[in-house]
C-alpha cells in the first residue's frame, strides 16, 4: 500500500468525482478506478454506493477517508522533519529578540549552542516586541525573544528570564550613594521612560501608578541602550532590567539601587510558530533557552 493510494482515495472522497480526482493526481480515470478497487479488495468492503448520484462513501469509505487524511498528515509532517534533520552545516538558526535580551542575555546561550553546532550561523535580529510577534508569526524567524510575553493562537510561548528590575541613576544623581530606596521617593522625579506601547513600558507605568506615584517624563525612547545614554548623563533616572546594565555597572557609568518595596521583575518569554517545523539545531537552542537562568538578588551599589 502506497501514499499515492490513500491521496488518490482522499481526493475522491473530497471531489466526488472520478475524473476531477484523475486530473488533481495527473492520472487517468481507468489508474483512479483500479487504485478504489485494489482499497476495496484489500479492506474487503464496499467504500463507495455508485447507485447515487454523485456517488456516497459508505461508513466504511468514511472511515478510509479519515485514516487516509491522517495518514498523509504524518508522512508529510514526517517527510519535513527528515528534511531538517538533513540539513547541513550551512543551515542558520534565525532569532528575532529585543535589543536588551539580544545584546545582554542571549550572548551566554549562543556561546553554548555553538560548541554543540559550531558549523550553524546563529543570526540574530533586534526587532520591536510588535515586530518580533509578526516575524514569527510568519515564519521568518525560528525563535522569538520579548518582554512581558502576551497570549497568541498562533504561537507556542515558553517563560525565559526573570529579570530583576532596579532603579538606575548617573553617578552624579543625589540618590547614587543609597542601595536601595523606598519607590515613593521617586514621585515627581525627572524619569527617563520607554515610549508608550512598549511592554516594558506598560510594566513600569503599571508598577508606578500602584504606588500611587507620579513621575516627570523628560524623554522617552524605544530602545534600552538610548535609554542608558539619557541616564548617564542625568537628565533622569529609570527602572531598568539590571541584567541589561552589566557594561555600564562594570565601568561606573551608571548606578543601581534595589527598589525595597518588593521584589520587581520584568518576565521575558521565548515564542515559536505552532505547527513550524524546525531544524535539530532550532530545537536545541529552544532547550537551551528553556533552562533559564534563575533570577539575580545582587541589586547592591555599584
Known sequence: ????????????????????????????????????????????????????????????????????????????????????????????????????????????YVKTFM?????????????????????????????GLV????????????PFEEEPLVLTCSPEHRFHEKREIDIHQLHLEKFIAFEEGIPTRTLVDGILSHYNVIVRRVMEFDNIETVKRAVEINAGVS?????????????????????SNDNFTRPTGIIVRKGKVLSLPARYFIELLKKQRQPTSDTGPD
Open 147 to 158: 518582554a512581558v510575553p502576551k497570549k497568541d493562537v498562533a504561537l507556542e510561548t515558553y
Open 1 to 108: 500500500m502506497h501514499i499515492i493510494t490513500f491521496k488518490i482515495f482522499r481526493d475522491l472522497a473530497e471531489l466526488l468525482s472520478f475524473s476531477k480526482t484523475a486530473q488533481r493526481q495527473h492520472l487517468s480515470q481507468s489508474a483512479v478506478s483500479q487504485q478504489l478497487a485494489r482499497l476495496e479488495a484489500t479492506f474487503k468492503s464496499k467504500l463507495i454506493d455508485r447507485k447515487k448520484r454523485p456517488f456516497e462513501l459508505t461508513r466504511a469509505g468514511e472511515l478510509l477517508y479519515r485514516a487516509s487524511k491522517d495518514i498523509i498528515e504524518r508522512y508529510d509532517k514526517l517527510t519535513d522533519e527528515l528534511k531538517g534533520l538533513q540539513q547541513t552545516a550551512a543551515n542558520r538558526v534565525n532569532i528575532a529578540a529585543i535589543f536588551s535580551i539580544g545584546l545582554h542575555s542571549l550572548p551566554p
Open 239 to 259: 527602572i531598568l532590567p539590571r541584567t541589561a546594565l552589566e557594561q555600564e555597572l562594570s565601568n561606573g557609568t551608571l548606578r543601581s539601587l534595589r527598589l
Open 115 to 143: 560548541t554543540r553546532y559550531p558549523h550553524v550561523n546563529v543570526h540574530v535580529e533586534y526587532l520591536s516586541s510588535r515586530q518580533i510577534y509578526e516575524t514569527v508569526a510568519r515564519g521568518t524567524a525560528d525563535i
